[in-house]
C-alpha cells in the first residue's frame, strides 16, 4: 500500500494521577484515497446541505450564488479546525464542522471494504516518568525519545495495518514544530531508518512540516494537506477528552461523546475483527509503557 503519513503531537498531564504524557497521532491515509477523503472533509464544511462542492473562495462558492450563503458565513467555514481552542462561545460553524468531521470518521469505516479506502490512524501515549531518558543519551534528550517513538508508531501500524505488503511511504508530514525542525536529527532520521527495513519504500527521505492552519497557505496543494492535520489533531483532541478530562468545556464533551462509542471498541476490544465499526487493524490507541488505564 502506498500512504502519506500525517503527525501530530501532544503533551497532557493526567491530574488524577499527576502523570505527563506525550501523546502521538498519525493518520495513514492510502494515496489511491487521498483526494475522495480530502474532498470529503472540504465537502463537510459547507453549511448547505445541498451543496457538496467546496471552494475555498466565497466568490466561487456555489451557494453564494444562489444567495444562501454569505461571505461571513463561508469565512467561519473556512476556518482552521483545532480541537484546543474550541470554547462555548465559538462560532457555531466550527463546533458543527468538528462535530461533522468525528460523525463521518465513526461511518466511514463502516460503510466500506476495499480497504485501499479506509481511514487509518494510529496513537500512542508516553508516559514520560516512565522512561529512564539518560537511556536515550544526553545530546537532544527530547528529540531521541520522540524519534523512537514516533518510529514506533509507524512501525506498528506497518506490521499490524499494513502487513504482508510493500509499505510505501510516499510522504511524511509533520505538524509545524520549530523545535523539531531545526533539530539536525528529527527530519531525516526517521526516514533513512525506516528505508533500511525490508518491504519498505520510502519515497521522500525528509519530513514536511505543515502549517494546520490552511489559510496560511496559498497553494491549494498545501491547503488541502493541513486538512489532514487538523482532523489527527481533532481525533487526537477527543481521546484526550476521554482518558483525561483535561477541559471542562461542554462543547468539547460533546463532541469526544460521538467518538466515544468508537474509542470504547478500540480499547476494549481491540481485537474484535467482526465490529460493525471495522477498526480492527486500522485503528489504534495504546499507552507506553503497556498498562491497564481507565478512563471516567
Ligand atoms: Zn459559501
Known amino acids: 500500500m502506498e500512504i502519506e503519513i500525517f503527525t501530530d503531537e501532544t503533551f497532557i498531564v493526567d491530574k488524577k494521577t499527576n502523570t505527563e504524557y506525550l501523546g502521538i497521532g498519525c493518520l495513514f491515509v492510502p494515496t ?52 484546543k481552542e474550541l470554547r462555548e462561545k465559538s462560532p457555531h460553524h466550527l463546533k458543527e464542522i468538528s462535530k461533522r468531521w468525528i460523525k463521518f470518521l465513526l461511518q466511514h469505516n463502516q460503510n466500506y471494504s476495499d480497504k485501499n479506502k479506509l481511514i487509518y490512524f494510529k ?67 526517521t526516514p533513512n531508518k525506516l528505508d533500511k527495513i525490508e518491504d519498505v519504500d520510502i519515497q521522500k527521505d525528509t519530513i514536511t512540516f505543515i502549517d494546520s492552519n490552511h489559510n496560511n497557505y496559498a497553494y491549494e496543494k498545501f491547503k488541502k494537506n493541513a486538512q489532514f492535520i487538523q482532523f489527527i489533531d481533532l481525533i487526537l483532541g477527543c481521546i484526550n477528552q476521554i482518558l483525561f478530562q483535561p477541559a471542562k468545556t461542554q462543547i468539547k464533551n460533546e463532541i469526544s461523546n460521538i467518538y466515544y462509542p468508537l474509542f470504547k471498541k478500540i480499547w476494549e476490544e481491540p481485537n474484535n475483527k467482526n465490529s460493525h465499526l471495522n477498526f480492527y487493524r486500522k485503528q489504534d490507541v495504546s499507552i507506553f509503557p503497556k498498562e491497564k488505564m481507565y478512563y471516567q
Not at 483526494?35 to 462558492?61: A, G, I, Q, Y
Not at 527530547?142 to 524519534?147: A, E, K, P, T, W
Open 32 to 83: 489511491s484515497f487521498k483526494k475522495e477523503f480530502v474532498d470529503k472533509l472540504l465537502e463537510l464544511r459547507c453549511m448547505n446541505e445541498n451543496s457538496d462542492t467546496w471552494h475555498w473562495d466565497f466568490k466561487n462558492c456555489l451557494n453564494s450564488k444562489a444567495k444562501l450563503c454569505k461571505e461571513k458565513w463561508h469565512k467561519l467555514n473556512n476556518k482552521e479546525i483545532h480541537y
Open 123 to 189: 496513537i500512542l501515549y508516553i508516559d514520560l516518568k516512565k522512561l529512564d531518558k539518560t537511556f536515550f543519551g544526553n545530546e537532544e534528550t527530547d528529540n531521541i525519545v520522540y524519534n523512537r517513538f514516533y518510529r514506533m508508531v509507524i512501525l506498528g501500524a506497518k506490521n499490524f495495518f499494513f502487513k504482508d505488503e510493500k509499505f510505501i511511504i510516499k510522504e511524511f508530514f509533520h505538524d509545524k514544530s520549530s523545535e523539531k525542525e531545526l533539530s539536525n536529527i528529527f527530519p531525516w532520521n
